[in-house]
């Protein structure tokens, strides 16, 4: 049988380099999204290593920014089964992409939204498929009118938490968009692991790599979960989220991104 392809973002990170593993581990062709030519290099000779899979590949795109993303999606040739958006960023200082716009509102909410848009229809010609978006339970504080901090003064601690609020909206838009074409779209939080990214926030992490991969790569493979979509996930458990109950809210933000 013809191996199934996952595509995992900001896999030369903590946890995601542990999701592409175990997605690997599990007989995926696994394809490790990332921007750092070495990293990424790296990423795969350790994972091909580790598991035995040699199906394992590294793709250099930046996510903040629209145009890689659409390349990369325009020369897709694979089927494409499973799309984890795991790839975040939090500077300490506000940031801009070269296109002005806000660092972590561009890679954590506008590089998850433009991976699912992009790769849709791959993912609708390989259906059944499923997308997780890797959030968190750290999350809050969205302000529809000042997304990318040019009113409220920039904190990477608020920014990162209206990004992950955000993605989780997002995944509810998603998934009633994508239910009828068979695939399924959910959000998760993975584990506190020490990383650059929690390092940034303040914060170290009292679980491993693969403890926090762990979560997301269940929502991404579990038969238990087939069809299911618009949840959220945290601890191989289905978690309430009041983000996403707000429809006018989720629609209103899906509409802001799509127009980026
Ligand atoms: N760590 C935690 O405790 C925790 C808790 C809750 C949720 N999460 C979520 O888990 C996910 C992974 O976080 P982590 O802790 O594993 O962080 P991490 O180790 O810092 O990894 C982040 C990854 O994203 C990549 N990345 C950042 N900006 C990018 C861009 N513009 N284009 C391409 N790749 C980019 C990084 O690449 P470089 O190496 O090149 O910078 C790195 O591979 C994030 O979505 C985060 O919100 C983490």
């Known amino acids: 049988m013809e191996k199934k392809t996952a595509v995992v973002t900001g896999a ?4 995601g380099k542990a999701i592409a593993r175990q997605l690997a581990a599990l007989d995926f062709h696994v394809v490790v999204v990332c921007r750092n030519e070495m990293k990424g290099r790296n ?28 390349e990369f999606a325009n020369g897709w040739k694979k089927p494409l ?21 806000e660092m972590q509102f561009a890679t954590n909410v506008l590089g998850y939204f433009r991976m699912i848009r992009s790769f849709e229809e791959h993912l609708r010609n390989s259906a059944p498929a499923r997308v997780v978006n890797v959030a968190s339970y750290w999350a809050g504080g ?22 992950k609020q ?19 779209v959910n ?11 929690s390092n940034n ?25 087939e069809g299911v979509t618009g949840k959220y ?14 429809m006018q809210a989720v629609d209103r933000l899906f509409e802001i991104c799509e127009g980026y």
Request: with cysteine.
């Open 12 to 15: 030369t990170g903590a946890i």
């Open 43 to 70: 990423a795969v000779q350790d994972i091909v290593k580790t598991t035995g899979n040699p199906d394992v590949e590294y793709a250099l795109i930046d996510l903040s920014r629209k145009a890689p993303i659409e």
């Open 81 to 101: 089964h499973v799309l984890v958006n795991n790839a975040g960023a939090t500077p300490r200082r506000r940031e801009e992409t070269p296109e002005g716009i």
């Open 142 to 163: 969205l302000d529809m009118d000042d997304l990318e901090f040019r009113i409220r003064r920039y904190n990477n601690d608020a920014a990162y938490r209206q990004s």
């Open 166 to 184: 955000a993605d989780r909206m997002l995944t509810v838009a998603f998934s009633n968009r994508l239910k009828d074409h068979g695939i399924t």
């Open 187 to 197: 959000a998760c939080h993975p584990g506190d692991v020490n990383s650059v990214l």
């Open 201 to 225: 926030l303040g914060f170290g992490g009292h679980e491993t790599p693969d403890q926090g991969a762990a979560n997301p790569v269940w929502v991404a493979t579990s038969h238990e979960l």
């Open 233 to 246: 996930f945290e601890h191989l458990r289905e978690s309430g989220c009041h983000f996403g109950q707000d």
